[in-house]
Nanobody, 115 residues
Framework: QVQLVESGGGLVQPGGSLRLSCVAS????????MGWYRQAPGKQREVVAT???????NYADSVKGRFTITRDNAKNTLYLQMKSLRPEDTAVYYC?????????WGQGTQVTVSS
C-alpha cells in the first residue's frame, strides 16, 4: 500500500507561482497513474491534473497553460508546478494514486492565493 505526503503549499499573491510535491512511500510510484485534485471551501473535490504511467498529462480546462504535472519515478515523487495563480485556485490540494479499482490519497496541502 502506498503512502502519499504532499508539501509545498502556502500563501502566494495573484500572479505568483508555487510548486507542490508529493512523495510516495511503501510502493514504487511507477506502477500508478497519479493525479492532483483540489477542494475549495464549500465545493466538491475536483480534478486538477493527471499523469499516466508513461507520463502523459491531462489537465482541467481551468488550469491548462498555467499548471504542469510531472513525475520523477526515480525519486518516487509527483510534482505540480503552478504559475499565474488566481484567487480561485485557493483550495486544499491532494495527491492521489490509482491502480485498477484502488486509489490512495495524501492528507492535502493548503494553497491560498490572496493579496
Amino acid at each position: 500500500q502506498v503512502q502519499l505526503v504532499e508539501s509545498g503549499g502556502g500563501l502566494v499573491q495573484p500572479g505568483g507561482s508555487l510548486r507542490l510535491s508529493c512523495v510516495a512511500s511503501g510502493s514504487t510510484l511507477s506502477i500508478y497513474t497519479m493525479g492532483w485534485y483540489r477542494q475549495a471551501p464549500g465545493k466538491q473535490r475536483e480534478v486538477v491534473a493527471t499523469i499516466s504511467r508513461d507520463s502523459r498529462p491531462n489537465y482541467a480546462d481551468s488550469v491548462k497553460g498555467r499548471f504542469t504535472i510531472t513525475r520523477d519515478n526515480a525519486k518516487n515523487t509527483l510534482y505540480l508546478q503552478m504559475k499565474s495563480l488566481r484567487p480561485e485556485d485557493t483550495a486544499v490540494y491532494y495527491c492521489s494514486s490509482f491502480l485498477g479499482q484502488d486509489s490512495w490519497w495524501g492528507q492535502g496541502t493548503q494553497v491560498t492565493v490572496s493579496s
